[in-house]
């Protein structure tokens, strides 16, 4: 593989159109995107529906033909087939024949990336105890739910331990508890130095798990920067006190205006509607699903 100076992606200036039905006229899905990750970084594409993530992630994959641009992967053309030797990939809606178990669907994709035999067996045992499908691992997957189908999905794309794992909508349809342990997930790969490229709405998530962040929309990349940059607000500071009565807070607002400045807000910091769920579910051994 390319060396650590290599970029794990480089997009420049990508421009991806399709046909539009409207006076055979070309819509613009992507319109000049750049974005660059580098080698152990987790960057998220954050943006509305329909605003251009997954063209951007399908162009990276050489799935479809950029109209104009470059995307390389590892300092390799992505329309090249060995561009895509050390790449994982979670689509948007993955498919999966119905009446195979997890087992057998772990086995027909490691299959397609020439794995066999032991080597291939151990991957299969390690990437279901990594997903937690212990019990479910010889069940049909027609009777599996959403979050498990996404959960298979997410091991497909680890079969051949990839250096590059692109995750489109990685907790589409998965409850909290789930997201969770995704999202656990990804802190596992990053320290593994797996690079990894996702788009989600869960923005709380994004920001939980992303180094940096670029916003996109209507094809065109908005803001793009490393999630301290783009989340601090530079002409405030926070301070976090435990146990503060009123007369001391009144004499905290009186220095600070002293000093010019206005106290904006004050009272028990919020904890996410995320993180409350997760305790509840905890509480209830909903984990032990
Ligand atoms: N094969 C295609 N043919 C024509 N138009 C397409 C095609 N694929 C995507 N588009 C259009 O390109 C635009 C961007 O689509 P894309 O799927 O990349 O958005 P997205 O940001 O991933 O959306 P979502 O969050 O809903 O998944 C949309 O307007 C979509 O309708």
Redesign the pocket.
């Known amino acids: 593989m390319a060396g650590k100076e290599v970029a794990a992606v480089e997009i420049v200036d990508l421009v991806?159109e399709?046909?539009?039905s409207f006076r055979r006229k070309m819509?613009r899905?992507?319109d000049e995107v750049s974005l660059r990750i580098e080698q152990g970084e987790v960057y998220g594409l954050i943006?509305?529906?329909?605003?251009?993530?997954?063209?951007?992630?399908?162009a990276l994959l050489g799935l479809?033909a950029p109209t104009s641009g470059l995307c390389k992967v590892f300092g390799c053309d992505s329309m090249k087939v060995d561009a895509r030797q050390h790449v994982g990939f979670l689509p948007?809606n993955p498919y999966f024949y119905k009446h195979q178990t997890a087992e057998e669907t772990l086995k027909f994709y490691g299959r397609l990336c020439g794995m066999r035999g032991k080597q291939l067996a151990m991957r299969i045992d390690a990437l279901i105890e990594l997903v937690s499908l212990q019990d479910a691992r010889k069940r049909r997957l027609g009777g599996y739910s959403k979050g498990m189908l996404q959960r298979v999905g997410l091991a497909q794309a680890m079969i051949q331990e990839p250096q590059l794992l692109v995750l489109?909508?990685p907790t589409a349809g998965v409850d909290p508890v789930g997201s969770r342990q995704i999202r656990n997930l990804i802190f596992q790969l990053k320290e593994q130095g797996v690079t990894v490229f996702l788009?989600s709405?869960l923005l709380e998530q994004v920001q939980e798990v992303c180094d940096t962040v670029g916003i996109?929309f209507n094809?065109k990349m908005v803001q793009q920067g490393s999630l301290s940059e783009l989340t601090s607000v530079d002409s405030h500071t926070e301070i976090l006190v435990e146990d503060m009565d009123e007369a001391t807070l009144a004499k905290v607002r009186e220095v600070i205006e002293q000093g010019g400045g206005e106290l904006l807000a004050s009272g028990a910091p919020r904890r996410s509607l995320e993180n409350l769920f997760i305790e509840i579910a905890n509480q209830c051994g909903e984990e032990a699903r």
Not at 47 to 58: Q, R
């Open positions: 991806k399709y046909p539009s819509y899905a992507v943006g509305p529906n329909g605003s251009g993530k997954s063209t951007t992630m399908k479809v948007e489109d909508e788009c709405h996109i094809g």
